[in-house]
Nanobody, 123 residues
Framework: VQVTESGGGSVEAGGSLRLSCAASGLVVGYAMAWYRQAPGKERELVATVSPGGGHIHYADDVKGRFTVSRDRATNTLSLQMNNLRPEDTAVYYC??????????????????WGQGTQVTVSS
């Protein structure tokens, strides 16, 4: 499985961006997630989606602002980010689980990572 992110950019605080992740290969049975990594910080989970798309977990600081969606027909994972804050500035990564048919949360659960896309939010 290979994943490729797109859609990053620069916005002012309060603005919106939409990230997309295109997956090649069979991802139907795999959980997928968005992570982010700010300079000098550890990579952290933003949101994770179960293989069927019915279960979604968000990090506390993005709840109510970010929405993740999964289109199994097109093998894409999207992240709609609204009301962006300067602290959301980071490189955002898409990831696919190493194993099938489970909900994944830990970085070590994910074996396929994209190259990342930069999101910059100015105050």
């Amino acid at each position: 499985v290979q994943v490729t992110e797109s859609g990053g950019g620069s916005v002012e605080a309060g603005g919106s961006l939409r990230l997309s992740c295109a997956a090649s290969g069979l991802v139907v049975g795999y959980a997928m997630a968005w992570y982010r990594q700010a300079p000098g910080k550890e990579r952290e989970l933003v949101a994770t989606v179960s293989p069927g798309g019915g279960h979604i977990h968000y990090a506390d600081d993005v709840k109510g602002r970010f929405t993740v969606s999964r289109d199994r027909a097109t093998n894409t994972l999207s992240l709609q980010m609204n009301n962006l804050r300067p602290e959301d500035t980071a490189v955002y990564y898409c990831a696919a689980d190493r194993q099938t048919y489970r909900m994944a949360f830990s970085k070590t659960d994910f074996g396929s990572w994209g190259q990342g896309t930069q999101v910059t939010v100015s105050s």
